[in-house]
């Protein structure tokens, strides 16, 4: 332990000294860089800059909420809401997240939201809320998911990444044959996929759910409101993990839920106040609420910085490909262009299969503004292994690692990288 902390701390001289180069807009979001073992791992733990103040008020999260009279507890404890906003108890619903809510709900012309303590809470709480015996999902589904679905012993079908309508629509009628029931079938869209950004025929897809009167829910986290309306397109349900582009910092786990139909948002708030699954804290709310309205300015700076990122992996030799539907050479550009327009932060670069893994890893730890870290969607870039379990849907041969840019200076993120490519 004592070696890995001293080592922790030489490689993060290194960060100090290498940023010292940078331009002042990447010192700015690196600044103070951190030893991970000094801070548990946790980038901006007293909140960035002027964060750290906003966050001493606001409502906290308080349990008991206050009544001026018996009556007044009594109509609010019947529907479930204060007049003030927010619940009769603080727990599930504080006025923050009421505001954040309705926020999101509105952006996607939804009828209402619900919010949770991460992205995979909120997968959680819509699968539960219908308990399906059975739900289709791509093959390129976020990984956690799978887990989920295993511990509740719910039946993956699992379709194509990126799969065309013909490929859909059989596994989608012989499903329909053994699970008749429109409960007991839900249909699972998450576009681009996760790892490998493949995108299935979203509207084809969901036309042939329809005409089987079956739910639909889509994982929007890729894309956020910014590039895709799932409801817009006769989605059901949209789940977001609005832990990654809408808080922007890494300092907002959280996920929403947005259902298009009343009955549809009454079962899922239902399920909530049952497991009392919708704490989230209302500093999270707050800053979801705000960085909302920048969401999109950051997006494009994101997406910016990526396409100059991947021309360049393009150009090296070491790369055998990348795998972005942003690329016109990709197979999935042309629904990309017509269901997202632009890109965002992410890509994954396939390496030569011939490179040992150990000198691909030697890249990666060379990197000084790269940080290995999961959850992708903040200020600071990030890499990471892609390790998928396919079933239906073969993985390119060679090592890959997903890149996620963050919002630092372009020229700094480049000069990274071929400083530490030295190393291939
Ligand atoms: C990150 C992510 C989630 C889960 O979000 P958390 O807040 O980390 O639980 C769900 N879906 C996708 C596609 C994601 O990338």
Redesign the pocket.
Known sequence: MEGKILEASIKCEARRAFLALCSPKTRLLHDPVADPYAVCGHPNPAGLGDAARFSQTGSWGQSSVLFPKLETYRTADKCGRAPYGGAEYGVPLTPEADAVCRKIAALHKGHGAVICP??????ATTVDAFSPQAVLIPDNV?G??LRFLNRRRIKQIRYPAGASADEFRPLLLKARSEYPLREDLLVYI?APG?GTFEIPDIDGMIAIAQNAKLRTVM?N??ASHVRFQPLEHGIDIA?Q????YEGGYGDT???IVIAKHPQDLRIIAAELRATGNGAVAPTTCSRLYHRIDSTEERLNQHAGTAARLIEWFLQQPFVTGVLSPTLATSPYHERFLRYFGQGNSLFSVVFRPDLPAKQVEAFVDALNLFWVA???GGHLSLVLPVHAKREVTPLPDGYILRFHAGLEDCQDLLRDLNQAARIL
Request: no cysteine; hydrophobic share 35%; aromatic share 12%.
């Open positions: 991460s992205g995979l809470a909120a997968i976020y956690p998911m998450e996760s994982d986290t890729w789940v993990a609005t832990t990654k786990p959280s996920g999961e959850s992708w």
